[in-house]
């Protein structure tokens, strides 16, 4: 495998942008893939965010939070121009069709894209947030993580974004899956984050004549691929560097691999449809129809119930296909968004058959915990008891992230065109209202 390694230096909208190429080889080999039980730990008290010095760095701004508006923030509506021009008057033929996986990932999960590599034979694009230098991904990738497998030769290209001019504590989430997606050099593209490993029938399934023919006929098909999270079988969460690797095989021995294997595991309540917690961010998914559904039937999803509808699709890549918005960092509403601007550009939501995407049951990250801290924290009444004065909850990485969606929205409605073939459905749930 070449990886080809592109450093950006910081974020892609906001900041300078140099170059830095170097290919490395990697070996070709194999592997077989080897799920969520969550101990109770003491909420900690909510962290305040140093709102004026991070927004500076986040989008360029000195202004507080409140004064901040959609204007400000740099709302992008379609992917930069290195990106194909697409349009149904000069259709695709079905033989034409070819698909990248994308991913973006963190240092300490690199060991997870030779999965990707063992269930998805064809090409991958991954960003990478490291300052590592290409001789140190290489070792990870082929000698520390030798256990898990490698991947085949010419199969992955990384690109990097360094860490400079990050503000400290974020993951650039959208930036990365942006960059990821400026590899691919394929007609189409699956996008997937790290930790979500496809079956490994879906590269497959995804060039069978019944998608590529629907994907043919329009350039606006996303095809949603289910997904379904497994209880973990132990937690490799601060243990050593060799307990943790026997926690990891044993649960990737758990990881099913194809329809069979989920359906068993699934009707021994060990699989379920992805976060139940979260029932708008796979809600839309019709489960109940797919567990019925043939290898690489194509089953369209009539309506959306819920803005935060976040499925994983298969879709073409357009200069028109909406970008991941960038002020979007770490955990919360990251994905969303882009759905919610591809509805409303006129993209229409398939389901496809036989496929899915398992999630790998990991500890909870630090974005996740950064993003509950704060209002709704059943200890978040101790910061009201030290202060005399009410707390304003956007100085919390949630309020934050609601205070951006709420002008993301107000972007869409004023500056993207109405063009939505999917309605939302009846008695779709308002949870836009569901913020601070």
């Not at 930036?175 to 997937?192: C, D, E, G, I």
């Not at 109405?418 to 009846?426: G, H, Q, Y």
């Given at each position: ?111 997870m894209l030779t999965q990707h590599c063992h269930r998805w034979p064809g090409p991958v ?152 917690t979260n029932k708008g961010g796979h809600g839309s998914t019709l489960y109940e129809e ?147």
């Amino acid at each position: 495998m070449f990886i080809t390694f592109t450093k950006f230096h910081q974020m892609a909208h906001y900041y300078n942008i140099t170059n830095d190429h170097d290919s490395i080889q990697l070996l070709h080999a194999s592997s077989r893939n080897a799920t969520h039980t969550k101990k109770k730990k003491k909420e900690p008290i909510p962290t305040l965010i140093d709102n004026k010095e991070a927004l500076a760095k986040l989008i360029g701004t000195n202004k507080s939070l409140s004064e901040i508006t959609w204007k400000d923030l740099h709302f992008q509506q379609e992917q930069p121009s290195m990106a194909p021009l697409c349009s149904n008057d000069t259709p695709l033929l079905p033989d034409q069709i070819n698909f990248t996986l994308v991913t973006q990932v963190s240092e300490d999960r690199l060991w997870m894209l030779t999965q990707h590599c063992h269930r998805w034979p064809g090409p991958v694009s991954a960003a990478v947030f490291t300052d590592f230098p290409a001789s140190r991904i290489q070792q990870i990738l082929l000698r520390e993580n030798e256990v898990y497998g490698k991947c085949s030769l010419n199969q992955v290209t990384i690109t990097t974004l360094t860490k400079a001019g990050v503000p400290e504590g974020e993951y650039p989430v959208n930036a990365l899956r942006n960059l990821a997606l400026q590899n691919v050099q394929t007609t189409h593209l699956f996008y997937a984050d790290v930790d979500f490993w496809s079956s490994e029938n879906l590269y497959e399934t995804l060039h069978s004549s019944s998608v590529t023919t629907r994907l043919s006929q329009d350039d606006k098909l996303a095809l949603v691929v289910p997904a379904f999270q497994m209880k973990r079988q132990c937690d490799d969460h601060g243990t050593s560097k060799q307990a943790s690797t026997m926690c990891r095989l044993n649960n990737m021995e758990y990881m099913p691999m194809n329809r069979s294997e989920i359906f068993n595991l699934i009707q021994k309540e060990n699989v379920t449809a992805f976060d139940p917690t979260n029932k708008g961010g796979h809600g839309s998914t019709l489960y109940e129809e797919w567990y019925l559904q043939q290898d690489g039937e194509v089953r369209d999803i009539p309506c959306i119930s819920s803005n935060r509808y976040e499925p994983y699709v298969a879709v073409r890549y357009c200069r028109h296909l909406p970008p991941f918005q960038e002020v979007f960092t770490g955990y919360g509403k990251n994905k969303m968004t882009q759905i919610m601007q591809m509805r409303r550009t006129g993209y229409v939501f398939s389901q496809v058959g036989g496929v899915f995407v398992i999630h790998y049951p990991h500890h909870t990250a630090k974005a996740r915990k950064a993003w509950s801290a704060g209002k709704r924290s059943s200890n978040s009444h101790l910061l009201e008891e030290e202060t005399s004065t009410p707390i304003d909850w956007t100085q919390f990485k949630r309020g934050q992230v609601d205070k951006f969606f709420v002008e993301f929205r107000s972007w869409l409605n004023a500056a993207v065109e109405e063009k939505s073939r999917v309605e939302m459905c009846v008695g779709a749930v308002n949870d836009d209202e569901n913020l601070w």
